[in-house]
């Protein structure tokens, strides 16, 4: 019954939109930056979107590097945790000693996919 209320949400629901974001250090013309982006992705989650439609637009929305990663990734995780992991390989960088302390106190977890935990590196 609720995944028949879902449906019905969804076909009466108009998609989100979403600038384009392609994760380049500068944003070509029509782009947006990263954390721009993820402020509207996080504003469609916290309006109880649908998952289904707000990967499709995310999925639309995207190119370049960007777009492979979230394809890479988005197999194995869900939206929110996909967004999590998008953040650290193009939101704000961390600057000198805290960056060495994440480094120096890296570890990867039993369940954890190499490439997942080099990447975070």
């Given at each position: ?45 916290q309006r109880d979107t649908s998952e289904h ?10 190119k370049g590097p960007a777009l492979t990663l979230f394809l890479l990734m ?48």
């Amino acid at each position: 019954m609720e995944q028949m209320e879902r449906l019905l949400k969804d076909v009466h629901y108009k998609p989100p939109t979403l600038s384009s974001f392609s994760g380049e250090r500068l944003p070509c013309a029509g782009e947006v930056s990263f954390e721009v982006w993820v402020r509207k992705v996080e504003r469609h989650l916290q309006r109880d979107t649908s998952e289904h439609l707000l990967y499709n637009q995310i999925m639309k929305s995207m190119k370049g590097p960007a777009l492979t990663l979230f394809l890479l990734m988005s197999g194995d995780l869900n939206l929110s945790e996909t967004r999590i992991s998008m953040r650290s390989s193009f939101g704000s960088a961390e600057k000198g000693i805290s960056l060495l302390q994440t480094l120096f106190l890296s570890t990867q977890s039993e369940d954890e996919n190499v490439a997942f935990f080099s990447r975070g590196l």
